[in-house]
């Protein structure tokens, strides 16, 4: 056997992801407030680098007239401004305050208010309760009994049967014929209700005025309690009708930018032994000033052509937008699909038609009869309005609205109205009779 050593040189070219190069590409889906959070964290650890701008909405000027020490004066509308209402722990948690005085049972009463559900229902099995606060299945079904008795009624419950039996007993609705109602709960939800004459052993008319008292009670009392404000971010475009058509520009109250403190690096540079240290850092803030620039560059692009393509959207609503893809948008402006992928990740643009994510507007298309294609959103929208506009006694199957569709002049298969129907959260035209029998009944 003839073994040797020897060395051989090569040439091949790759790309390599440098640090910055992830830098830049993570500044590309980052929304304003997100951008403006991570440069606040890049400005603590970089003495050159300060965040200017971004100010939230309640900072915005909205041009209204505020007299010299506006600031301290008497504010009348916040005076007349009602206290926000208690939460449902709020609310109950006081209640427990009177009903327990023994700091024992106190403390398992807590127990029981960390488990409740914001629907005012029992999070978690009784059992793993009893378990955590060292108590028998008796003792926990008694203290069960117990916290039940709070205001308003249902709370605590672990079924919607226990929930309405617990209001119906509260308001003395329950009867022999009540108590058997909530028994046959399923076959309620299933609108047989010549099947639950049957088994409550009544007649038609007596099972109507059950259900009518049955209607009046609240299968979820904890949600008419302040859970607090579901706030939403202040969106990243603003689309304005200008002179000459639409136009689209980046929401400056919200978006930060990124100024480099040359002069500070001018007064540290004196100093020979920090000469390497100021110029490393010298060029990172130089580097994300220019990558921020690229960034808000790129947004405003991507933004641009979406607004021109969905003019008709914008004129007339959900019912006219375009269908149109990533690959569009990128080959319009000359960048990489995944760019436009990123971008517009988590981007909000505010519009005449209201406030959308810029994900909302790529949709496939479907062919028609004439010329163009409709875009998947628009069909949606139309299944919607055709639902909403339906005889509740007679509701369009998934074939009828199909063929209503198709004679529109866009071409769709019944099991692409049943995707769309789904994905629209609209009940089967089966259950949605059903639903108008128990609405009637």
């Known amino acids: ?41 890049e400005a603590e650890e970089n003495p050159f680098v300060d965040v200017a701008g971004g100010e939230t909405a309640q900072h915005r000027d909205l041009g209204l007239p505020m007299s010299r020490g506006a600031a301290s ?3 009348y509308i916040s005076d007349r401004a009602e206290a926000p209402a208690p939460s449902l722990y709020t609310h109950v948690s006081g209640q427990f305050d009177v009903m327990f005085t023994n700091p024992r049972d106190r403390m398992v009463a807590e127990q029981f208010l960390e488990a409740l559900e914001p629907n005012g229902w029992l999070g978690e099995p009784l059992e793993a309760i009893a378990m955590r606060c060292v108590m028998s299945s008796e003792e926990a079904e008694e203290m069960l009994h117990l916290v039940q008795q709070v205001e308003p009624a249902g709370l605590f ?4 049967a226990e929930c309405l039996a617990i209001q119906a007993e509260d308001r003395g609705l329950m009867t022999p014929l009540f108590a058997a109602l909530l028994e046959n709960l399923p076959k ?8 639950l004459c049957r088994v409550c052993k009544c007649t038609m008319d007596e099972l109507k005025d059950c259900l009518k008292s049955l209607r009046s009670l609240n299968p979820k009392p904890g ?5 607090g404000e579901l706030t939403q971010r202040e969106p990243d475009l603003i689309v304005t009708r200008g002179d000459d058509g639409w136009r689209v520009d980046l929401n400056r109250s919200t978006l930060p930018s990124v100024k480099v403190d040359e002069t500070k690096a001018q007064d540290v540079r004196r100093d020979r032994s920090a000469g390497e240290y100021v110029g490393e850092r010298l060029s990172v803030a130089r580097w994300l000033r220019r990558a921020v620039e690229h960034r808000n560059h790129t947004t405003l692009s991507v933004g641009a052509e979406i607004v021109r393509r969905q003019a008709e959207f914008l004129e007339h609503g959900p019912s006219r937008i375009e269908p149109m893809t990533l690959k569009d948008v990128a080959e319009a402006i000359g960048v990489h699909e995944s760019t436009v992928s990123r971008i517009t990740t988590g981007m909000l643009i505010v519009t005449p038609q209201g406030t959308f994510s810029l994900k909302n507007f790529f949709t496939t298309a ?12 628009s069909v949606r929208h139309r299944i919607q309005q055709l639902v909403r506009d339906e005889d509740p006694k007679k509701p369009l199957s998934d074939d009828a609205l ?3 569709i198709s004679d529109e002049g866009t ?31």
């Open 73 to 75: 004066d008497f504010d």
């Open 157 to 160: 419950a672990r079924s919607l």
């Open 411 to 441: 071409h769709l298969a019944r099991r692409t109205v049943a995707k769309y129907r789904d994905m629209l959260k609209i009940p089967s035209s089966f259950q949605r009779k059903r639903q108008a029998k128990l609405a009637s009944s």
């Open 188 to 195: 309620l939800a299933a609108a047989d209700l010549a099947g």
């Open 223 to 227: 949600a008419d309690f302040d859970h």
């Open 402 to 404: 199909a063929q209503i």
């Open 1 to 41: 056997m003839n073994l040797h050593v020897s060395q051989n040189l090569s040439q091949r070219q790759s790309m390599v992801m440098t640090a910055q190069l992830q830098q830049a590409i993570c500044l590309l889906q980052l929304s304003n407030l997100d951008l403006r959070a991570y440069l606040e964290s």
């Open 366 to 377: 479907l062919s028609t009869d004439g010329e163009g294609a409709a875009s998947s959103a």
